[in-house]
């Protein structure tokens, strides 16, 4: 098999976040791998402004990268026990453009979040949202990092054993996904 492409998803916009670092983490435990990490960043979901402008080129960008990956993972914070909005509405855009990139599009799903839960209520919303594209959601192990700002060294690793292991766990459940 030649060399996968992993395209992650932060749910969070910004650079430095959490959901990012857990992305890295994963690509890194998954092994050898193409990762590219997507950009999010598109006006909210308008249906005049698709009318009158069409969809915007980050949605297309983004549909075509999770077209041309091998797997997905996404990762997203909670924000008022759901999803960031962000990241729904990159959804949205997505579910715009012609076609279904995601379908049998094999993804995992993680959360990174403040709380002691670690984000684990927006995860099972967000997993909601991708029933309509049918993808090879992976339903575990889940992946579910609490205090997720203490969570990381200097260098971006996880530094809790158990959250090394659950996620390497993940990672390697996703390479034998992309295999099936």
């Not at 910004?14 to 435990?29: C, D, I, M, P, V």
């Not at 698709?50 to 969809?55: K, L, R, S, T, W």
């Not at 839960?117 to 949202?129: D, K, N």
């Not at 659950?166 to 996904?177: D, F, I, P, V």
Request: glycine letters at 10%.
């Amino acid at each position: 098999m030649t060399t996968p492409t992993l395209l992650g998803i932060s749910g969070s916009l910004r650079t430095g976040s959490t959901n990012r670092k857990l992305l890295r983490e994963g690509a890194r435990l998954f092994g050898d791998c193409t990762y590219v990490e997507a950009d999010i960043q598109m006006p909210l979901y308008d249906g005049d402004l698709e009318e009158a402008d069409g969809i915007p080129e980050a949605a297309e960008t983004l549909a075509g990268q999770i077209a041309e990956a091998d797997a997905v993972i996404v990762s997203t914070p909670e924000y008022n026990k759901a999803p960031s909005g962000a990241l729904k509405n990159a959804l949205d855009w997505v579910s715009r453009v012609k076609g279904n990139p995601w379908a049998d599009k094999p993804l995992a799903v993680m959360s990174a979040a403040a709380g002691r839960a670690g984000g684990e209520r927006a995860q099972m919303v967000l997993r909601g949202c991708f029933v309509a594209f049918r993808p090879r959601i992976l339903q575990g192990p889940e992946v579910h990092l609490a205090d997720c700002g203490n969570q990381f060294d200097a260098d971006g690793r996880l530094t809790g054993q158990l959250y090394v292991d659950t996620l390497s766990q993940l990672m390697q459940a996703l390479r034998a996904e992309i295999k099936r």
